[in-house]
C-alpha cells in the first residue's frame, strides 16, 4: 500500500525555519518525482515545488522561490522541504504528493500544518 | 502561468442528481488535466487523470471530459459520500495550476 507520511510541521516565528519530512513507503520512490502542494486555512491548493526521481529537475513557485529547498533522499525513502525566511501567507497544510508519469499528483500524503504567527 | 478557471465554485444538488462542473484553461493544454475530491480535514484524492481516465478504484459514476482548454468533471447520480470539494489540475507545463474549486452541498 503506498503511503506518504509528513511530519515537522508546527508554530514558527516569521523570518524563521522549519524543515518538512515526507517518509514514503509502498513503492519503489526512487522512480517518481514528487511535489509539495499546500493549503492555507479556508482556502485552495497551490503547488510549491517539484523534484525529478534523481533530483536532476527541481521546480518553485514564485512565491517561495529563494527561501524554500526541495530535496530527496532515495536511500531513506524520504522527501524534504526546508522553508527559510518564513512568512505569515506561508500558513497553510503542506501535502507530499507523488507523481505517476502522464497522471499527474496520484497519491497524497495526510499534510502537516505550519503555522507562521508571532 | 496556466490560468484554470472552475465554474460554478458551489453548487447545491440532491442525492440522485447529475452534477457537472467545469474547467477552463488560459491556454490549451491537450489533456494533461486531473480532478481531485477533498473532504473537510482530509487530504485531496486523485479522481481522473489525462482529462478523462479513472483513477484505479474511483468508481465508474465519475467522469471527465474534453480537450484543450475546456474540461468537465461529471458525477451521474450523486451520493451522501460525494458532497465535498472537487479542484482541477493541469500538469502540461509549470508552474502546475489549480483551479480554485467547487464546492458540492448537500440541497
Known amino acids: 500500500e503506498v503511503q506518504l507520511v509528513e511530519s515537522g510541521g508546527g508554530l514558527v516565528k516569521p523570518g524563521g525555519s522549519l524543515r518538512l519530512s515526507c517518509a514514503a513507503s509502498g513503492f519503489t520512490f526512487s522512480s517518481y518525482s514528487m511535489n509539495w502542494v499546500r493549503q492555507a486555512p479556508g482556502k485552495g491548493l497551490e503547488w510549491v515545488s517539484s523534484?525529478?526521481?534523481?533530483?536532476?529537475?527541481?521546480y518553485y513557485a514564485d512565491s517561495v522561490k529563494g527561501r524554500f529547498t526541495i530535496s530527496r533522499d532515495n536511500a531513506k525513502n524520504s522527501l524534504y522541504l526546508q522553508m527559510n525566511s518564513l512568512r505569515a501567507e506561508d500558513t497553510a497544510v503542506y501535502y507530499c504528493?507523488?507523481?505517476?508519469?502522464?497522471?499527474?499528483?496520484?497519491?497524497w500524503g495526510q499534510g502537516t500544518l505550519v503555522t507562521v504567527s508571532s | 502561468d496556466i490560468q484554470m478557471t472552475q465554474s460554478p465554485s458551489s453548487l447545491s444538488a440532491s442525492v440522485g442528481d447529475r452534477v457537472t462542473i467545469t474547467c477552463r484553461a488560459s491556454?490549451?493544454?491537450?489533456?494533461?488535466l486531473a480532478w481531485f475530491q477533498q473532504k473537510p480535514g482530509k487530504a485531496p484524492k486523485s479522481l481522473i487523470y489525462?482529462?478523462?481516465s479513472l483513477q484505479s478504484g474511483v468508481p465508474s459514476k465519475f467522469s471527465g471530459s474534453g480537450s484543450g482548454t475546456d474540461f468537465t468533471l461529471t458525477i451521474s447520480s450523486l451520493q451522501p459520500e460525494d458532497f465535498a470539494t472537487y479542484y482541477c489540475?493541469?500538469?502540461?507545463?509549470?508552474?502546475?495550476?489549480f483551479g480554485g474549486g467547487t464546492k458540492v452541498e448537500i440541497k
Open positions: 523534484i525529478s526521481s534523481s533530483s536532476s529537475y527541481i
Open positions: 491556454q490549451g493544454i491537450s489533456n494533461y
Open positions: 489525462a482529462a478523462s
Open positions: 489540475q493541469q500538469y502540461n507545463s509549470y508552474p502546475p495550476t
Open positions: 504528493a507523488r507523481v505517476d508519469p502522464y497522471k499527474g499528483p496520484s497519491f
